[in-house]
């Protein structure tokens, strides 16, 4: 079974400045696809950003990147020059073959002024 | 720019009634899922459908769950006898119809805030 752990219930970051939300992950897939995803305060989860395993590259977002660790299984999001309207909870989330996505716990992100 | 929507936003009902959950996914779109969220835990998934079919389930999504497109913009989850520990917040979820491309983004809906009492 697959598993995704977001080990930061709570982070904080004052505006403009860079936090980095961690996420690692179990699986014995060689395939699968890693995403962010944010959820504001009262509104619906939209896509940050998305990695693919088989690429070597760091995805990035305009401020968003990713920090992908595939042998660590680790992938880590990195926030740069924060907004306030990036305040919400934060899901990293897994997919292999099928058509689930396997959630972590999430971390909710204040970015305060 | 197009929205998944979910009706109602909370719904609170009695143990053992039934309910029925309601989303209108983007129109374009094929691929249908319903999720949940316990307070406090995790995001789960329940339930994907494609042409008219489930095309995969969880382990929650037992015989007490059903899943409908009974016209060509609703999806609908029902709960046939409601349990305590259905509490939660559903989620409905499209993508688009690209053939089973795994980096297909969901879209998800608002949520469905159900309680059971």
């Known amino acids: 079974a697959q598993t995704v752990t977001q080990s930061q219930p709570e982070m904080s970051v004052q505006e403009a400045e860079t936090v980095t939300l961690s996420c690692t992950y179990d699986t014995s897939e060689s395939n699968y696809y890693l995403f962010w995803y944010k959820q504001p305060p009262s509104r619906q989860m939209i896509l940050v950003i998305r990695?693919?395993?088989?690429?070597?590259q760091n995805a990035t977002e305009n401020r968003f990147s990713v920090n992908f660790q595939k042998a660590a299984k680790s992938f880590s999001l990195k926030i740069s020059d924060s907004q306030l309207g990036d305040t919400a909870m934060y899901f990293c989330a897994f997919r292999n073959s099928g058509y689930a996505l396997n959630f972590g716990k999430g971390t909710s992100l204040l970015v305060t002024p | 720019e197009p929205e998944v929507t979910q009706t109602p936003s909370h719904q609170v009902t009695q143990m053992g009634q039934e309910v029925i959950l309601r989303c209108v996914p983007i129109?374009?779109?094929?691929?249908f899922y319903w999720y949940r969220q316990i307070l406090g835990q995790k995001v789960e998934f329940l339930v994907s459908?494609?042409?008219?079919?489930?095309?995969?389930k969880s382990e929650i999504f037992d015989d007490q769950f059903s899943v409908e497109r009974p016209d060509g913009s609703n999806f609908t989850l029902k709960i046939r006898s409601t349990k305590l520990e259905d509490s939660a917040m559903y989620f409905c979820?499209?993508?688009?119809?690209?053939?089973?491309?795994?980096?297909?983004?969901?879209?998800f809906g608002p949520g469905t805030r159900l309680t059971v009492l």
């Open positions: 979820a499209s993508s688009e119809p690209r053939d089973r491309a795994l980096n297909n983004e969901q879209f």
């Open positions: 459908f494609y042409n008219n079919e489930i095309s995969e």
């Open positions: 129109s374009n779109h094929l691929y």
């Open positions: 990695q693919e395993a088989y690429k070597q």
